[in-house]
């Protein structure tokens, strides 16, 4: 299971940082990804962690503004978004991905189904 956190309303250029708590005995064992989804848009995944914190896979869109990271002590998934601009608004899900990072496949069989996300809105 896997709850968000940490969205919020936020004005362009400001930054936020997303939380994504997860749970199981062997949590700290798999790769996760960040996905978003824009009002009447399709959902999209960037980046994804591997169990090793091995960063994988920023697509254009948020390489070099958004940071993945992983606390496997916490059990718990962050997102570190700066310089946010209108088009980053969407509610922001984490879901576990396999080994390869395939965002298509998420969230991976046999671990659930979407959470509810976090809101998140940037204001021009």
């Known amino acids: 299971q896997r709850v968000e956190a940490g969205g919020g309303v936020v004005q362009h250029g400001a930054s936020l940082k997303l939380t994504c708590a997860v749970s199981?005995?062997?949590?700290?064992?798999?790769?996760y990804g960040w996905f978003r989804q824009a009002a009447g848009s399709a959902r999209e995944g960037s980046p994804c962690?591997?169990?090793?914190?091995?960063?994988?896979g920023y697509d254009d869109a948020v390489k070099g503004l958004f940071t993945i990271s992983r606390d496997n002590r916490k059990n718990f998934l962050y997102l570190q978004m700066n310089s946010l601009k209108p088009e980053d608004t969407a509610v922001y899900y984490c879901?576990?991905?396999?080994?390869?990072?395939?965002?298509?496949?998420?969230?991976?069989?046999?671990?659930?189904?979407w959470g509810q996300g976090t809101q998140v809105t940037v204001s021009s």
């Open positions: 879901a576990v991905l396999d080994d390869k990072c395939d965002y298509a496949l998420a969230p991976r069989p046999g671990f659930g189904s």
């Open positions: 962690i591997a169990s090793t914190g091995e960063h994988i």
């Open positions: 199981g005995f062997a949590a700290r064992f798999y790769t």
